[in-house]
């Protein structure tokens, strides 16, 4: 069986290595091609070209690399028809995604489109789903709110559970190590975490210092921890130089990526920007304040569009709007720190935090199959009602 696959961002290549893996498991005599990161290419898939070259977030944001993006599609594209693959799976970019599989679809008419994380239909641009419809024919679902939107618009859909159920998580005497190597004590930990593209980290790192700034002069105690992405680490590490109290910064680059995992856990806090850390921080029991801020005309467009008055996960998936969050124009310093003292005071305030995180990894999938192996079962059961894989 010969499967084209398609990853732009990490969290991406995290869920392809994770169906690799599964489909391992299940078939024998596969062959991967595509283009992949790291974690994929440690699984034998070699990448036709960098992954990061597709990883670009925003409207304003694609606009200087409109062509260079074209031209990763078209390679993109025709390697894939001149393969010749019994199905492309796109995982996760569904701009590019959608793009690809639409081009494919035309040179080779009776190909079967399977994509990997169902676009927020659900959240704006709706429409999305039915346009999609014309040249995806099964979709796999991270939240299981997700299913009804798709085959609504005419495509297969199942939910095969979100990743963060299956990341290991540290235990109490990692937390111990992890405070006592860190200097940490038995002070109060708020983790910083202002993403992870370079444009996120430009706009939320100034944002964050100051709100931290504030928390500071009221609870000179804290400390503040930041987990660094690793594309943006050297950037953070200058950002932060102005920053109150000594931050520790978590560079990926300098290994022991456990201790990424013992500061979720032993924090008290999170301030993050808006995106599936939030999943992270739920899996660990961390309360949390979400903020995030992008270019004008990219959150022009996007507030517009939305259809939903919340973007943060924990709250959509537990249906509740337990985590504060400062979005756009409310992305201020002042109302940041003041949620950020309320959690760390208020203690009936971090309790309906953490009912509606073990609401939300319950809902999640957490203590059923890998969710990597239930894609797996997913892909061939799809592949196998039209004729294209083994019956599962």
Same mark, same amino acid.
């Given at each position: ?71 990763r599609?078209?390679e ?71 299913p ?9 859909c ?9 990341? *290991?998580? $540290? %235990? #109490? ?9 860190t200097?940490?004590?038995?002070? +109060? =930990? /708020? &983790? ?15 944002v ?11 609870r ?6 930041? *987990?660094? $992405? %690793? #594309? ?5 590490r200058?950002?932060?130089?102005a920053?109150?109290?000594? +931050? =520790? /910064? &978590? ?11 013992a ?24 309360p ?29 998936v ?9 979005l ?8 940041i ?26 809902r ?29």
């Amino acid at each position: 069986m010969k499967l084209y696959l398609l990853a732009g961002e990490a969290s991406g290549d995290k869920l392809g290595a994770a169906l690799i893996r599964g489909l391992g498991s299940l078939v024998q005599d596969l062959e991967f091609r595509g283009v992949a990161g790291s974690e994929m290419q440690q699984e034998s898939m070699e990448s036709l070209f960098p992954m990061d070259d597709l990883s670009v977030m925003g409207i304003a944001e694609v606009l200087p690399k409109y062509f260079k993006l074209r031209r990763r599609l078209n390679e993109v594209v025709a390697d894939c028809v001149a393969w010749h693959p019994d199905a492309l799976i796109t995982i996760d970019v569904p701009d590019f995604s959608q793009r690809m599989a639409c081009a494919v679809r035309k040179r080779i008419p009776g190909m079967r489109c399977i994509h990997y994380v169902a676009p927020s239909v659900w959240a704006w641009r709706a429409s999305r789903a039915e346009k999609m419809a014309r040249y995806t024919d099964h979709v796999l679902a991270l939240l299981p709110f997700e299913p009804p939107h798709m085959t609504r618009a005419g495509m297969t859909c199942d939910f095969v559970g979100h990743p963060v159920v299956a990341e *290991p998580l $540290a %235990g #109490p005497e990692d937390v111990r190590a992890f405070r006592a190597e860190t200097g940490t004590g038995d002070a +109060p =930990i /708020v &983790l910083a975490l202002p993403g992870s593209r370079p444009k996120e980290v430009a706009r939320l790192v100034p944002v964050f210092g100051e709100a931290m700034h504030l928390v500071l002069a009221s609870r000179p105690e804290v400390r503040t921890v930041v *987990p660094a $992405a %690793g #594309p943006v680490a050297s950037a953070v590490r200058e950002g932060i130089r102005a920053w109150p109290g000594e +931050p =520790i /910064v &978590l560079d990926p680059r300098d290994g022991a990526p456990e201790l990424k995992r013992a500061a979720f856990a032993a924090a008290d806090v999170a301030l993050a920007a808006s995106g599936t850390v939030s999943l992270e921080l739920a899996a660990n029991a961390t309360p949390m304040v979400v903020a995030y801020d992008m270019n004008w005309l990219s959150w022009q467009v996007m507030s517009r569009l939305a259809t939903i008055d919340t973007v943060t996960l924990v709250n959509l998936v537990a249906d509740t709007r337990t985590v504060p969050e400062f979005l756009g124009p409310d992305c201020k310093p002042s109302a940041i720190a003041e949620a950020v003292n309320e959690l760390l005071s208020c203690r009936a305030a971090r309790e309906a935090q953490l009912d509606a995180m073990a609401t939300t990894m319950t809902r999640l999938g957490r203590g059923e199959e890998a969710p990597g192996l239930r894609a797996a079962r997913s892909v061939l059961a799809a592949l196998a009602r039209n004729g294209n894989g083994p019956e599962q």
